[in-house]
């Protein structure tokens, strides 16, 4: 008999009413905000700074990814189980899926087999409508900037040569990622280049996720830079009064999402932005609604440990006053045998050379981890095609370094194949070994915090700054943003900026082609190599599988 599909055991699952996951957390029925049967939203009142500093936060992270990553979310979920199961008060917070990867390649983001997340479907598809939200008060400002160009008294005097705002929306579509806009007369607007991000990519993703109340929302969209005057002027959405409306828009986006595991423990799910680009965690905002809620909270970064958990500690932590006390790390035999030589279609094939020169790049993580105080846990998230012989090499060489490595079962057992991974967390946590810290002061200079994340955390000799960037800095200077920290956009395929460098690289330098600057958000975005903001669909759409009957019932959705 063959394992059912993500989908199949998600419709399987007997879901409890919401309210009764909310009695779990001890949230009165009056405070939540329903949308159907199983989802609710919370209110930001709910949120409490003592028990928030009183809680245990864990990180789960991974090694350098496989196109089809790792299985952070199903770690995630699973550990969450696992720690419900050894009696512990634990609620797993999440990002949101994007539909672009759901119809794409990669899938949805509501975790695998027995660990995750429901309602799969309505998580996967729309949800609660945040990425409408987002996506409609980011193109109110689009639309606020080409209104003011049209306009002859209210003109601030633009230069629709250096608007560097684009249009977003929440699909895989590369035919939009370069246009020209206002064509056909005047009164079509002012023809000038344009184009469209995905919507995890926007600028107001990433203000969302940083956002600690409507006040604070409001004040980080009214600091969004537009461009330049022809005078060279700095425009910001303040100056076109647009953050009052586009706070509007996201009133209901702010408050975060609470569904269930297919266990039945409490799960909130908020904001989604990308990791390669932006800061790859969900929001301030519904981590802190955890921990106010709950004991322990699992949360995951996005990508590799070099990308989702190097901004969740240096931008995340320093903008939430947050402090995580473990960190899990996952890694996946399969990985190893990729970062080992493997080509795709060899990666279910055993092979104790490979794994034993991919384990250099588990290797480098580990290293990582501990750069910010902490030792993490290992979780080899297992796959049937897993031999014994190369899960007891991995286990043997963390245990070399200090690290404890545990075979997660969460995708085939759930919570009871999870237990295990709970322990080991649980007891890092209460080793009182750990004492969290950042990597870089904000108050260095950028070039300083940009090779401190490269040599360090990336492993290059030194960072190369073409002319464009030198002249970036400039601006940056001149913005007054040199004490913001620094995002890196970079591929999640390698520690370098080469894709094609596997394993853990040496004797390489990294170039910062040129910045970006998330000014609302609060940080600055270093841009190493060719970076895609609008992802295009593959040969074979996920898209092509899905199909729905009369009765609602939907198929071939991952």
């Known amino acids: 008999m063959s394992f059912p599909s993500d989908l199949e055991i998600a419709q399987n699952c007997k879901m409890q009413h919401i309210n009764d996951i909310a009695a779990k957390l001890k949230i009165a029925v009056d405070d939540l905000e329903h949308y159907g049967k199983y989802k609710a939203k919370l209110p930001l009142h709910l949120i409490n700074e003592d028990s928030v500093q009183k809680s245990k936060l864990i990180l789960v992270t991974a090694i350098t990814p496989t196109p089809a990553g790792e299985g952070k979310t199903t770690t995630s979920i699973g550990l969450t189980e696992g720690l419900n199961k050894i009696g512990k008060k634990a609620t797993v917070v999440l990002r949101e899926p994007s539909l672009g990867p759901v119809f794409g390649i990669k899938g949805g983001a509501a975790g695998g087999g027995y660990a995750q997340v429901v309602p799969m479907e309505d998580i996967n ?71 469209f991000n995905i919507t995890p990519a926007s600028e107001v993703m990433a203000i969302l996720c940083m956002s600690k109340s409507i006040d604070d929302l409001k004040l980080k969209l009214g600091n969004i830079f537009v461009g330049f005057t022809y005078d060279k002027k700095p425009i910001y959405a303040r100056d076109l009064k647009a953050q009052g409306a586009m706070a509007l828009l996201l009133k209901d986006a702010i408050k975060p999402n609470l569904v269930q595991t297919l266990e039945g423990n409490p799960a909130i799910i908020h904001g989604g932005p990308f990791a390669n680009i932006a800061q790859g965690t969900n929001t301030i905002i519904a981590t802190k609604m955890g921990l106010t809620l709950s004991d322990y909270v699992v949360t995951e970064a996005g990508f590799g440990a070099d990308l989702g958990a190097e901004k969740f500690m240096d931008i995340k932590c320093g903008y939430g006053n947050l402090k995580p006390n473990a960190i899990v790390l996952v890694a996946t035999i399969r990985a190893l045998r990729h970062h080992g030589g493997a080509k795709k279609e060899e990666y279910n094939t055993a092979s104790m050379e490979r794994v034993t020169l991919g384990f250099e790049n588990l290797e480098k993580h580990i290293e990582n981890c501990k750069k910010f105080g902490i030792n993490p846990t290992v979780a080899i998230n297992h796959f049937p095609t897993d031999t014994e012989e190369e899960l007891q090499f991995v286990i043997a060489k963390c245990a070399e370094l200090g690290v404890q490595a545990v075979v997660a079962r969460g995708f085939a057992q759930g919570g009871e194949g999870m237990k295990d991974l709970a322990n080991a967390v649980v007891k890092e946590i209460e080793s009182g070994k750990n004492a969290f810290k950042p990597l870089y002061d904000w108050s260095i200079p950028v070039k300083d915090k940009i090779r401190k994340i490269a040599t360090e955390i990336y492993g290059a000799d030194d960072v190369v700054f073409t002319k464009d960037a030198e002249s970036d800095l400039k601006t940056i200077d001149k913005l007054g943003l040199s004490g913001l920290p620094v995002c890196m956009a970079k591929t999640q395929k390698s520690f370098s900026d080469d894709e094609s460098k596997h394993g853990r690289p040496r004797g390489f330098k990294v170039t910062v082609r040129e910045f970006e600057f998330a000014v609302g958000a609060g940080f600055i975005i270093p841009i190493l190599g060719e970076m895609m903001r609008m992802p295009g669909l593959p040969v074979i759409p996920a898209s092509e599988g899905m199909d729905i009957d009369n009765n609602g019932v939907i198929t071939g959705l991952s």
Not at 170 to 176: A, E, H, K, P, Y
């Open 125 to 195: 598809l729309h949800f609660t409508g945040d990425f409408g939200a987002i996506e409609k008060a980011n193109n109110l400002l689009s639309a606020l900037i080409d209104n003011n160009l049209q306009s002859k008294q209210n003109n601030l005097g633009l230069d629709p040569r250096q608007i560097y705002w684009k249009r977003v929306m929440d699909m895989n579509d590369r035919s939009l990622r370069n246009i020209t806009i206002g064509l056909g007369g005047t009164a079509n607007g002012i023809p000038r280049q344009d184009g």
